[in-house]
């Protein structure tokens, strides 16, 4: 039985791996079918130029039309420089697609070199070119015919005030904008509707036009003869205050009447005793109209108007001529009143004024943050650096490429007389900020014998530069540093207390040191910045992100 049975195990792993190697191989066959699908090929059409000549280098991808291609980006084809990327040529049959781009690449110095492979992902699975060696040729120039001159010496270029211009230009054409709508809105002569221009005129012939709008008004048809009564009495109380300078809009009716009587005794108002009885009786009937809403016939309520209209001429008539100095009294108090409505629409404006700004302010304190909108108004030197017109160059030899916000000037470097026999050329550009610790200075290094460069010494001789320059307490890290184009490179950075240039003060601020070479050369990066200052870092992040170094001298 236990033979049997040892039989019947190994005939069922038998059959197990012969259906796992079954699986395993349709497996492979599936894949190398799914990868025969898709081709990848790149050619270029020359292998030797001259310097400065291009190299159409073209790569080919055949696969199914569902697929998706990812085609090479950016400086991958370093240590030659891609000049231009063409559109990608699409070409399709059927299910299948072709694509095609096109490259231009360049090389600026002499030697041999290699491009590299380029990897293409189709479905996010690599597919990898060919290797290419190309020959960048000298130029060849007869000395004898073509003239040789020395190399120019540096240009002071005025700085340009473009930006300046611009951003004045900006805030003078919002505050034009601003005055305009705050004039248009409240300090223009408005035209004047009907309610200002019958104000405007003369108490007496405002208070006849207002009774032949009652006249015509809709109020006794409407049968809303309170509303007509109390209107009729408001026109003729008002006269009678503006022209009489009788308080009568707040006496009673026996007041009133009082009032009048006693200006008649004493002369300033000549009216008979049969005008202010007509008067007295129309007042009456009004108060019963409005407190005991009487309602007489519609042609009394016509006649009690008629009654108002002679009233009022009356006692036009009865008052006194004015004097010259009641007229030049009355001229004075217009003027005044106007002055006084100017001033009110001037103070509303500015309040207005102010409240836009205040509000803009705050919005964009809010906003932007409080640090921010100050920099921006009051300004900032890293932060004027940050958002100026940046340069993107290369420098020395070998070269360095990298992008600053200001170009980076020579700098004449003499050598220890130690030093000569072991350095064969050394090329420094940098820049300075007259303003804060900013600084960027490259170095390119080629030595007299073609060995590996050792970065330990000139980056201990570069920090023994600081402290002679007076800078304390320096902490030093190290850590691996990449390019865009994957170029290894040692990175040294750290902060410390630094001297302030044309003082004695000590400022807490930041370093970065870049390093890089091959064989006979060596490329170095500095930069010192301000410490807590945000926009130096962000300048700083972004001329790292732009660091590019050649690979061999």
């Given at each position: 039985m236990r033979v049997v049975g040892f039989k019947l195990i190994i005939q069922g792993h038998t059959r197990l791996i012969s259906r796992g190697l079954t699986f395993a191989f349709f497996l492979l066959s599936f894949v190398s079918f799914a990868q025969a699908q898709s081709t990848v090929k790149a050619n270029i059409d020359s292998t030797s130029i001259k310097i400065g000549e291009q190299i159409q280098y073209k790569i080919t991808v055949e696969t199914d039309s569902l697929n998706i291609v990812y085609f090479p980006e950016d400086q991958t084809f370093s240590p030659l420089e891609m000049v231009e990327a063409l559109k990608i040529d699409t070409t399709k049959n059927k299910d299948r697609i072709t694509l095609q781009r096109i490259y231009a690449l360049t090389q600026f110095d002499?030697?041999?070199y290699t491009i590299p492979p380029q990897r293409i992902a189709i479905n996010e699975e690599p597919f990898f070119t060919d290797s290419f060696q190309i020959k960048v040729a000298d130029v060849v120039v007869d000395t004898t015919k073509q003239k040789m001159f020395d190399i120019k010496p540096l240009i002071e270029?005025?700085?340009s005030n473009a930006k300046l211009f611009k951003t004045l230009l900006w805030i003078f054409l919002g505050l034009l904008f601003i005055g305009g709508l705050v004039y248009w809105l409240f300090l223009r002569k408005k035209p004047l509707t009907e309610e200002e221009k019958v104000a405007l005129l003369?108490?007496?012939d405002r208070a006849l036009l207002q009774l032949k709008e009652l006249e015509n008004s809709r109020y006794l048809i409407q049968d809303e003869y309170k509303k007509y009564y109390s209107e009729l009495t408001d026109i003729v109380r008002s006269y009678l205050e503006e022209d009489v300078h009788v308080s009568a809009l707040e006496s009673t009716t026996d007041q009133l009447i009082e009032k009048l009587e006693l200006l008649k005794d004493a002369g300033e108002l000549t009216l008979d005793e049969s005008t202010i009885d007509q008067f007295k009786k129309v007042l009456r009937t009004a108060d019963l109209v409005k407190f005991a809403k009487s309602k007489p016939p519609t042609s009394v309520a016509e006649q009690d108007r008629k009654l108002v209209e002679d009233i009022v001429v009356k006692t036009k008539e009865a008052l006194p001529e004015p004097t010259v100095e009641d007229l030049l009294q009355n001229e004075e108090y217009l003027e005044e009143l106007a002055k006084k409505k100017q001033r009110k629409r001037i103070y509303l404006a500015?309040?207005?004024?102010?409240?836009?700004?205040f509000i803009g302010a705050t919005s964009s304190i809010v906003y932007y943050g409080f640090s921010e909108v100050k920099d921006t108004v009051l300004g900032h030197p890293t932060k004027e650096l940050l958002e100026s017109e940046w340069v993107h160059s290369t420098y020395g030899y070998p070269p360095i490429d990298?992008?600053?916000?200001?170009?980076?000037?020579?700098?004449e470097i003499k050598l220890p007389e130690e030093l000569k026999a072991e350095i064969a050329d050394l090329q420094a550009f940098g820049y300075r900020s007259s303003l804060g610790l900013f600084t960027v200075m490259t170095t390119s290094t080629t030595f007299a014998e073609a060995n590996e460069p050792d970065f330990e010494k000139p980056i201990e001789q570069l920090l023994q530069s600081f402290e002679k320059q007076g800078a304390k307490n320096i902490i030093t890290k190290q850590e691996e540093f990449f390019t865009n184009a994957g170029v290894k490179g040692l990175k040294t950075f750290g902060s410390g207390k630094f001297k302030v240039p044309e003082s004695s003060d000590l400022i807490k601020g930041k370093y970065a040191i870049l390093s890089f070479g091959g064989k006979g050369f060596?490329?170095?990066?500095?930069?010192?910045w301000l410490d807590d200052d945000k926009y130096a870092e962000k300048i700083v992040e972004r001329v790292l992100t732009s660091v590019d170094v050649k690979t061999q001298s």
């Open positions: 002499s030697g041999a270029v005025e700085k003369p108490p007496f500015a309040a207005i004024f102010a409240g836009i700004l990298i992008a600053t916000p200001k170009v980076l000037l020579r700098q060596m490329q170095q990066i500095v930069i010192t």
